[in-house]
């Protein structure tokens, strides 16, 4: 603060003009590393994209999530967090999916070798499909989850089922709503 020639410094005024270029300084700070945390948070959760097309028809399903970027899935391992377990679930960003249109044969409990061989080639295809590009989950009917806290989603690219691409390789059929044997 300049001193006029006549004029007495005042502290009290210099002081409060200090605190408020602190302030402003602090508030800007602030709001910066809010902007980069919400951006870095969107991103890593992928923001959900609402499908503008649905919003009118309480019959179709609505888009829960776009893909943005394409992750790379493998068969999961003791670490579960973008992975496939069989050819009907899979772990995509800490969250378990079981897609709700299909159902594929068992590989942890299957009944007989003909349901494990089936079941691993459902996998295994799973796996390439999912890492074929970018797809969308939506949601189907009014259960957001099954009986064991898994999404229930059908997943979708360029408009098409990725169960229904298994269930016409003879890798899946058709959800019923409940299970069938595959012995």
Known sequence: MNETPGEPFDFRKALKAQKRRKLRKEIALGLGAFAIVFAGGMLALNWPVHDASLANDDQQPQALFQQASSPQFDICGSIRRTCVVDGDTFWLDGVKIRIADIDTPEISEPRCDYEYQLGMRATHRLVELLNGGPFELRTIGSRDEDQYGRKLRVVTRGGRSLGDQLVS???????????????
């Open 169 to 183: 390789e003879g890798l899946a059929r058709t959800w019923t709503g409940r299970r069938e044997p595959w012995c």
